[in-house]
């Protein structure tokens, strides 16, 4: 009996056995950002530990990053605090630091695989829940709190319990104007948002085959949001094709070696599950949520549900929707395409292809802020949770391509957020209204394929 | 410090897939300590606050006769979302010492254990029982004993379940992970040298 590659990870990065019957897990990568952090290195500090492994921890700075104002010291002087411990942390405990000024500075899930850090087999841990966007690697990534974060520092370990594998297989060509981010809102609108705890998730199939390594990190990123604190996907030709030449990455020889140990460690073909679910992507249609959470959602051509379970009729109250009518067509005031599932340089060029001699409605305002400073400059979290002056206003609806539509999410307590892929956000804008973005494309005659890159 | 026992009256916050956004508003991350967090759980729904234009009815927080409550009996799936243990926080220094649900977020567990702060699970009947009792008498005391797996209110007892690293971990003081994991730093050394990847392949 083979086993998958959680198994083999897991195995291989296990320490010892707590005596709670926790496993003691080495971590093979520690991201830090200002967010999560400085309460961490303050317990350091107080019980007079140092940083374990300052060569496997990296730091940046995005949640708080403002979009526009970018002089130091900033103008609000929380963001200024925070930014200036996390710089005071890092050189107290020589921790590398990609700071506002660096040009590797981004979201810190859009610059771990974009320098090489991030690779095929080693066990991953950052303060937040999207880290499982680095699963997309073939890495076994955990988002963790704040007293994890201070265990990892000092001991470059976790505790943490077994998890069970549920693979989740797509086949099938994708449809025109379908992308990673509809077979993922599809995903946990099935299974649930609460479908994945206890689970990793292995996403699997020729259709994740044949995505790129952006289309495998959006559909990781959002493991979390149905309940998966991890989610993978197998290293293959198109991970090591990635990795290559990138910063952090093994070179010559060692790439060669590397390589051979990353393809060891993908889960072997008899490998066994604890879980099987089979996902068609010829029936995927683009996808929009109505509710207030991520899975909550209708194909674009389908309608808000009009049950009465509390739960439904709640999240339409928030919304503003009446049961029973049409997702296309609802107003939207600001469509944003960012955050550290649709911010990364492929999907602001599938937004720009639907933009391309279009005009922005002139009622929408339109927002779109890069994942990394090399995507470009004033990269950060932004709208995606309203740390940074970037903010809905009071009831304004907002198409968006991050994550989570939870209540007050963008920044606005009574804001309201439709997540969909940053194509149907570039429709949405354009339109000024919900829209499916597929008429779009069969209007745009002469415009290249949308079907994903091979 | 060894935990075995929570006792304390209740406070009922009902409703599946309570995020941690609602429970900790992103605002409330702009700080480098988790001073004074407990001043904004569920500030964005709760009267008063800036949703002014929400629904009228009182939320749980604000009503009166929970004050002073050291458990949280909840519904399904809460503190899904974000990793922040502001949330946690938030309840701990409000004096929560224990959350009881149908079920929790893996995260939003990790991060509550960590901090001493036990979420147990019971049936979906029990805590229906548990809330419409707590509503009717929110002076009743409930009583959870960890290791014998129950949760008791005046002549209602129901099952309550915990999985047995978490129980183990507060039964003997061993929720605070740090100081274990250090403990024999020699084996991680050890792990890390059979790591191809920390050496540069
Ligand atoms: S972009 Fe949004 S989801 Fe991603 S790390 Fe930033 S705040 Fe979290």
Known sequence: MGHTLLQKVWDLHTVRTLPTGQTQLFIGLHLVHEVTSPQAFDALRARGWKVARPDRTFATVDHIIPTRERTRPFVDVLAEDMIAALERNCRDFGVRLAGLDDDRQGIVHVIGPELGLTQPGLTLACGDSHTSTHGAFGAVAFGVGTSQVRDVLASQCLALEPMKVRRIRVTGMLPSGVYAKDVILTIINRLGVGGGVGYAYEYAGD?????????????????????????????????????????????????????????????????????????????????????????????VVG????????????????????????????????????????????????????????????????????????????????????????????????????????????????????????????????????TDVRTMITQASGTRSLKPEA | MRITHIEGTALPMRGDDIDTDRIMPARYLRAVTFDGLERHLFEDERTGSAAGDKASAQHAFDNPRYAGASMLIVNRNFGCGSSREHAPQGLYRAGFRGVIGESFSEIFFGNSLIIGLPCVTAAHDDIRRLMERVEKQPDARIRIDLQAGTCEVEGFTCAIALPAHARDALVTGAWDTTGLLLDRYAEVDRVAARLPYVAGF
């Open chain 1, 207 to 299: 259709t994740i085959e044949r995505m790129s390594m952006d289309e495998r990190m959006t559909i990781c990123n959002m493991s979390i949001e149905g309940g998966a604190r991890v989610g993978y996907v197998n290293p293959d030709q198109t991970t090591f094709d990635y990795i290559k030449g990138r910063p952090f990455a093994p070179a010559g020889d060692a790439f060669d070696r590397a390589r051979a140990w990353w393809t060891s460690m993908a889960s072997d073909r008899d490998a066994r599950y604890d879980d099987d679910v089979v996902i068609r992507a010829e029936e995927l249609t683009p996808v929009v949520t109505w509710g207030v959470n991520p899975g909550q959602s209708v194909p």
């Open chain 1, 303 to 434: 309608r808000v549900p009009s049950g009465q379970e509390p739960a439904v009729a709640e999240a339409r109250a928030y919304m503003g929707f009446n049961g029973g009518e049409a997702i296309a067509g609802m107003r939207v005031d600001v469509a944003f395409v960012g955050s550290c599932t649709n911010s990364r340089l492929s999907d602001l060029r599938e937004a720009a292809r639907i933009v391309s001699g279009r005009r922005v409605a002139p009622h929408v305002k339109a927002l779109v802020v890069p994942g990394s400073a090399s995507v470009k400059r004033a990269a950060g979290c932004s709208m995606c949770l309203g740390m940074n002056p970037d903010k809905l206003e009071g009831s304004q609806v907002c198409a968006s391509s991050s994550n989570r539509n939870f209540k007050g999410r963008q920044g606005s307590p009574t804001g309201r957020t439709l997540l969909m892929s940053p194509a149907m956000v570039a429709a949405a804008a354009i339109a000024g209204e919900v």
